[in-house]
C-alpha cells in the first residue's frame, strides 16, 4: 500500500555523520543509451538506483529486433494490432526524450507513450529534428505532445539540423547520443540561447571517454560517423541529490556530513552547489574520495543567483533561501514550467504556507519574506515531483512538523532520501 504523507520533525538540528548517494540519474541515463548503442562495447559501473533509471535499462535490455519487428516484454510493454510496440516509460522524462531518438535511429516499430503528465510535455521540437533527418514519426493523439508513433526504415536524408537552445537540453542530449551511429553523423546547430550547458558538456564528456570525437565551434555541435570504442562508464554519485544535504546544513544549527565520492571536477553541473552554498556559509572541502559538507557560519553574500545552467537545483535553493529569510532574485528559471509539474507555481503555492511570495516578472523572480513565519505544522504537496518532496523536507529543522503528501515520488531520483534522513536524526511517522 502507498503512502498516502509522512510527517517528519528534528529537535535536535545537527548531524555530522556520512551519507553515501546513489549514482547520478543524468550520468546513468546518458551511459544506458551510449551502452545500447554501442552493441555491448560499453560497460556501466554504479548505476543510478533511481526509478528513471531503473525504466529506461528495463526497457532498453528487452528491446529486441526481430523480422524489423520490435518485441519488448515485461511490465513496460503490451503488444499492439497493428504489430507496432507499446512502450509505457511512465513519468520518466529522460527516458521518453532519450528513447525517442534511440527509436528513430534503430529502425524500431513503437509507440512511447508515459503518464498523463508526461502527455503533457512538449516533444516537438526532438520530432521536428528528427524529421529533418529522416526518422518516420507521428502523433497518436495531441500534435507536438506524447505519444508518438515511431515507424522503423530510418533513411538520413541530411546531416545538419537546427534545434532550439532554450527549451530542454535533453532534445540536443537526446541527438547527439545517436549522431556517432548515422551513416553521416550529425551538425547540430543550437539556435538562440543555451540552457542547462553543463548537461551537454556531459553528454560529450561521456561519450568522449567511449572514444567519440566531436567539435563544438561557437554555436554548432559536429560528430562524424564513429565506431563506439570497449569502454567503461563510471557514474559519479548525484550532486542533485547532495544539493538536499547542503540545504539541511544550511538549516541546521551545526552540520558536518561527509559525501563520498562526489568529485571537485565534475561533469554534472549541478556540482555548483558547493559556490552557490558558500553564500551560506558552507563550506566544501574535498578529500581523495569526499567532499565534507560543513556550517561555518550564516554570511549570505549574493543575492542573485542565475541558475540557467542549473534549473534542477532551483527548488532546493529557493527554498532554502525563503527558510532564511532571504529575498534573493533569481534568473534562468525558464525550464521549470514544463519539468514534471509547473515547478513555479507549485514553489508559489508551497512558500505561500510559511508566509513567502515568489514573485514574477518577465522571467525574473524575488523573494518577498517579509511575512516569513514557521506554524507549528505545515502540509507540502508534491504535485508528482520528487524534487518538491526533497526541496521541502529540509523544513523540519525549523519547523515542528513538516508534513509531505505521496512521500514516495523520490523514488523517481533519490529512492532512499528518507531513510537516509532517519539516519540524520530526523524522525519520520508515516500515515497510509
Known sequence: MSLKSIILSNKKRSFKGTIQLTGSKSESNRALILQALSGGNIEVKNLSSAADT???NEILQKLRVQNSELRVTGEHSQLLTDNYQLVDIGPAGTAMRFLTAYAAVKDLDVTLTGSERMKQRPIGILVDALHTLGARICYAEKEG??????EGGFEQRTKRVKIKGDVSSQYITALLLVGPTLPRGIELEIVGKLTSRPYVEMTLGLMEQCGIRYEWLDNKIYIGPQEFLKSQLTVEPDWSAASYWYSIAALAAEAEIELPNLRKYSLQGDSRITEIMANFGISSTFTN????VKKEGETFKNKHFDLKDCPDLAQTVIVCCAALGYEANFTGLETLKIKETDRVLALQNELAKIGVK??????NYTLDCSGLHFPEKITIKTYEDHRMAMAFAPLALLINEVEIEEPEVVAKSYPHFWDDLKKA????SSTE
Do not use: A
Open 54 to 56: 531503473v525504466t529506461l
Open 145 to 150: 505532445f506524447p505519444p508518438i508513433k515511431i
Open 289 to 292: 574520495n569526499s567532499v565534507i
Open 358 to 363: 515568489l514573485i514574477e516578472d518577465n522571467f
Open 425 to 428: 536524526g530526523f524522525e519520520i
